[in-house]
């Protein structure tokens, strides 16, 4: 098996809300379909710091650590008797242009490219996170303050099925979709305090997201990370003879 990236996620903040599916509809990759919790569908901005990136082993001089801000959603996969748990990106925004370009030309990923920044603070029993992106000249955000003691995450949780889905799908066409695998430990997580968020999710994802701009989340979550790894292989599957 040949990792294709190693890194350290660090600090992953996640505000999630529930969105109608009807939205969703045009972005599920053919052959899963949406993975709800308690009946609804969720949709998560995340922020996090993307640090000591390596490709296959090797260290990327200058650009390996940076912050990641990315719009995801969940879904599912049945094959045979076993159910894969995985995400889908609406987009994954990055400081650095060659990285983005990598992940687009090898992977039809959905990078895109603008200044970022971050804040991380210590001090316990506390701690404040911010992440931060420049949109159309304005710096959008995602912060939280919480306690520095970690915990496990709650079987069963909404926490738990939010950061435990470690299988990614990218819609390639019409009929074929495209696997990956995630590496990583159960993250151990972090009480949020409080949080603030300011993102223009109409300029940021398009109009389908536009009803965020007017949605508080459900939920706010910060996990610590670990190390991660992505295997180079990637599953192409065609669906053209099977209805979505």
Partial sequence: MTIFLKANWENIIMANYVIDPVLL????PKGVELDLFDGKCYVSLVGFMFKDTKLFGVPIPYFGTFEEINLRFYVARKEGNTVKRGVVFINETIPYPIVAWMANKLYKEHYTVVPTKHKIKTDAPHKDVQFEWLLNNRWNSIAVNAATNSKMMAKGSLEKFIFEHYYGYTKVDQNNTEEYKLQHPSW??????????????????????????????????????????IEWKRNRINFAHEKH
């Fill in 25 to 28: 509809k045009p972005f599920v």
């Fill in 188 to 229: 151990l997580v972090n009480e949020v305090l409080d949080y603030k968020i300011d993102c223009d999710f109409k300029a940021m994802y398009g109009n389908a997201f536009s009803v965020l701009n007017q949605t508080k989340p459900e939920a706010v979550f910060i996990a610590e990370g670990s190390a991660v790894a």
